[in-house]
């Protein structure tokens, strides 16, 4: 479980493909501090800590593993080494819920379709697939490559969002572009409304 709210921008040192791939993302968490086994959002995708090097002299390190489904249902598929990734250690009980509630289960991604400036905000519009656009809602919430951020406008396929730059520079969408694409996961409560109301 997740908040949405990002506490590190990590980097991919190095992506390796056995079956599955491994990725080794650099961290400035403390990863002494970190189980093998604990789950990170990874630009919004809840993976699992495989291992983990502390101290090395290169920093902190930890590794994960994604499926070729997870691959194929997000952006990670893309990732090389360099990439920034934005980064959320687990909820823990009795942590300030500053977002709303995420699982880490992306349901897909979007495209950025323009990117304008809204005073110091940044206003961002993204695509989405005609699969999920009916559980987009005018100021509800999604979390974006593991972001929290509420929805300004919705027109069709597309909606917008504004970054504060708060959020800019502690996110990766500092160095948003038109084209670059979002792991997306709706909101879980539109995701269970929408359910019920197929079962009527």
Same mark, same amino acid.
């Given at each position: +479980?997740?908040t =949405?709210i990002v506490?590190d921008?990590?980097?991919?040192? #190095?992506?390796e +493909?056995?079956? /599955?791939t491994?990725f080794?993302?650099?961290?400035?968490? /403390?990863?002494?501090?970190?189980d093998?086994g604990? &789950?990170i959002?990874?630009a919004?995708?809840?993976?699992?800590? +495989?291992?983990?090097?502390? *101290?090395?002299?290169?920093?902190n390190?930890?590794?994960v @593993?994604?499926?070729?489904? %997870?691959?194929s249902? @997000?952006?990670?598929?893309?990732?090389?080494?360099g *990439?920034?990734?934005?980064?959320?250690?687990?909820?823990k009980? =009795? /942590?300030?819920l =500053?977002? $709303?509630i995420?699982?880490?289960?992306?349901?897909? %991604?979007?495209?950025?379709?323009?990117?304008?400036p809204d005073? /110091?905000s +940044?206003r961002?519009?993204?695509?989405?697939?005609d699969?999920?656009?009916?559980?987009? *809602?005018?100021?509800g &919430?999604?979390?974006l490559?593991?972001? #929290?951020? !509420?929805?300004?406008?919705?027109?069709?396929? !597309?909606?917008?969002v504004?970054?504060?730059? $708060?959020?800019q520079? *502690? @996110? @990766?969408f500092?160095a948003?572009?038109?084209g670059?694409r #979002?792991?997306?996961?709706?909101?879980v409560l539109?995701?269970?409304?929408?359910?019920?109301?197929?079962?009527?």
């Amino acid at each position: +479980m997740f908040t =949405g709210i990002v506490t590190d921008i990590g980097r991919v040192r #190095s992506v390796e +493909m056995n079956g /599955d791939t491994q990725f080794t993302i650099a961290t400035e968490y /403390d990863v002494a501090e970190i189980d093998v086994g604990a &789950s990170i959002a990874c630009a919004g995708v809840c993976l699992t800590v +495989m291992d983990k090097v502390s *101290a090395s002299t290169e920093g902190n390190s930890f590794s994960v @593993t994604a499926s070729a489904e %997870t691959l194929s249902k @997000t952006t990670l598929g893309g990732w090389g080494e360099g *990439a920034q990734v934005n980064l959320e250690r687990s909820l823990k009980v =009795g /942590d300030e819920l =500053g977002g $709303h509630i995420v699982t880490g289960h992306v349901d897909g %991604t979007a495209e950025i379709v323009s990117c304008n400036p809204d005073g /110091d905000s +940044m206003r961002i519009v993204f695509r989405i697939g005609d699969d999920l656009k009916r559980f987009v *809602a005018l100021k509800g &919430s999604l979390a974006l490559d593991g972001v #929290s951020l !509420t929805v300004n406008e919705v027109e069709g396929n !597309t909606f917008g969002v504004n970054v504060i730059p $708060h959020t800019q520079a *502690a @996110t @990766t969408f500092g160095a948003a572009a038109v084209g670059d694409r #979002s792991n997306v996961e709706i909101d879980v409560l539109a995701r269970y409304v929408a359910r019920l109301a197929e079962s009527r």
